[in-house]
């Protein structure tokens, strides 16, 4: 089993980023994150538990539907896919070393390239997988979580465990299991799934009981096969409304917490929320990590941002501090990250093709979240918003509202309560005033 033994520098005249503050003028370092500066009892590195998305920062080479590749990485200069794989293990230990950044994110085939047959996938995954197993000993950098790929190949045209051909959900329940594997022997502490082709285009031709039905079962399978190798980590499930299929089974937050309680499977799961599908599902991103929290369901978080002029998927750097605040907001409120973090699914534009430019995405994107962590702890710290809702609710703390929540009133006792006592004047909302209360803590906030 061959290694890349030479020393190599992949990212020459870049050092480790370090955080210099918000007055620094150079580029490649961070102005905010300063990993060891302690907020809210932790430190920032514990709090934002930021990981490397494997696929993008690797593997995307600018390729858009009217352009092919714009990007030609030094570690992609090889002829030999697997020895080209192994260099893209090396380059990318150095940039997380170089960024500081602690975990790593991979689908299977993001990592091996596939063989003709699944023992040949199989086989060259496990000659890379020790290869990362060997940077991973020398930097004491982690896995976040692994996935498989069940979307891309050519057999997953009508889905994988929604498929109509019972021998392709075969093989995805293979490729799952082995990613399993392949997760558990990194010490990976999630493992996700994404529904990349698990919907439909036109319900002329499909069965939606049946592939749902179907996905049920292929969910369970993992359960069961979780339990029996012994795997501690979270099952997660990432929502995502449209593209590649019209219509995603796993539309949003709510959707996927519908299917899992249809299936007895809500004990089991966890979300993977990112920002740039919960937008394309008409929602907000602290919306989605919203209706997680009061669910009990936030696992992980796919940082990312979308652009609104435009109807797809974008996978932009995150940049934008007001959506980063609210969501270092409800992530707070949960208590923080425990098995999950901040992976950076976000890709650099397709102009954006020198290998600098992954460090200034990363930078910008960790320098977001930081600051949005600093002003969420703010906000909460004065209960700026927590107060307001606590006097805004205060009719269900005692008298008429306390019954209703204590369940001992129903339709006849309120109707004679109303008849006698008539309905007390509502108060203002007060959404303009929040509003520029948040906009002051984000500006004053150091």
């Known amino acids: 089993m061959s290694t890349i033994v030479e020393t190599k520098t992949y990212f020459k005249?870049?050092?480790?980023?370090?955080?210099?503050?918000?007055?620094?003028?150079?580029?490649?370092?961070?102005?905010?994150?300063?990993p060891d500066e302690v907020v809210m009892g932790k430190t920032m590195k514990e709090h934002c538990r930021f990981a490397m998305s494997y696929w993008h920062t690797l593997t995307y080479m600018g390729n858009d539907p009217f352009g092919g590749a714009t990007m030609h990485r030094p570690w992609d200069q090889r002829e030999d896919a697997l020895e080209i794989a192994k260099?893209?293990?090396?380059?990318?230990?150095?940039?997380?070393?170089?960024?500081?950044?602690?975990?790593?994110c991979f689908h299977d085939v993001d990592v091996a390239p596939r063989g003709k047959t699944l023992a040949e996938t199989n086989a060259n995954l496990d000659e890379i997988v020790e290869v990362i197993k060997e940077e991973m000993r020398r930097t004491g950098i982690k896995c976040l979580w692994g996935t498989t790929n069940a979307f891309g190949d050519d057999k997953f045209v009508h889905g994988a465990g929604t498929s109509c051909n019972a021998t392709v959900f075969a093989y995805a329940a293979a490729q799952i299991k082995k990613a399993m594997d392949v997760t558990k022997?990194?010490?990976?502490?999630?493992?996700v799934f994404w529904g990349g082709r698990e919907g439909y285009e036109t319900l002329l031709n499909t069965d939606t009981g049946l592939e749902l039905d179907n996905l049920g079962r292929l969910l369970q399978m993992a359960v069961d096969y979780k339990k029996e190798i012994g795997f501690e980590g979270q099952l997660l499930i990432e929502p995502k409304p449209k593209e590649p299929t019209k219509h995603q089974y796993d539309f949003d937050t709510a959707t996927v917490l519908a299917f899992l309680r249809k299936y007895n499977l809500q004990d089991d799961f966890k979300l993977n929320i990112e920002a740039n599908h919960a937008t394309l599902a008409g929602h907000t991103f602290q919306h989605e990590l919203n209706q997680?929290?009061?669910?009990?369901?936030?696992?992980?978080?796919?940082?990312?941002?979308?652009?609104?002029?435009?109807?797809?998927?974008?996978?932009?750097?995150?940049?934008?501090?007001?959506?980063?605040?609210?969501?270092?907001?409800?992530?707070?409120?949960?208590?923080?990250?425990?098995?999950?973090?901040l992976n950076f699914d976000s890709k650099v534009r397709r102009a954006s093709?020198?290998?600098?430019?992954?460090?200034?995405?990363?930078?910008?994107?960790?320098?977001?979240?930081?600051?949005?962590?600093?002003?969420?702890?703010?906000?909460?710290?004065?209960k700026v918003f927590e107060d307001f809702k606590e006097r805004r609710y205060a009719s269900y703390k005692e008298g008429l509202g306390k019954d209703i929540i204590d369940g001992t009133v129903g339709f006849k006792e309120l109707e004679a309560y109303v008849l006698e006592n008539g309905v007390t004047p509502n108060a203002s909302g007060r959404q303009e005033l929040l509003e520029s209360r948040l906009n002051q803590y984000i500006m004053e906030t150091k």
Not at 13 to 34: D, H, M, Q, R, W
Not at 185 to 191: A, C, D, F, P, S
Not at 304 to 330: C, I, K, R, S
Not at 372 to 380: D, M, S
């Open 292 to 341: 997680c929290r009061i669910n009990g369901v936030l696992g992980s978080v796919d940082a990312n941002q979308g652009d609104l002029m435009l109807g797809w998927d974008t996978d932009q750097f995150p940049t934008n501090v007001y959506e980063t605040t609210l969501a270092m907001y409800e992530i707070l409120l949960d208590g923080g990250f425990d098995k999950g973090g």
């Open 353 to 382: 093709f020198e290998e600098s430019d992954l460090f200034y995405s990363y930078i910008a994107g960790m320098d977001a979240f930081a600051r949005g962590l600093k002003v969420a702890a703010r906000l909460i710290e004065d």
């Open 87 to 104: 260099e893209r293990v090396h380059a990318s230990f150095e940039f997380m070393e170089k960024m500081q950044i602690p975990f790593f």
């Open 185 to 191: 022997e990194l010490g990976g502490v999630n493992y």
């Open 13 to 34: 005249g870049i050092e480790k980023v370090n955080y210099e503050g918000p007055t620094s003028k150079n580029p490649l370092a961070f102005k905010y994150y300063n």
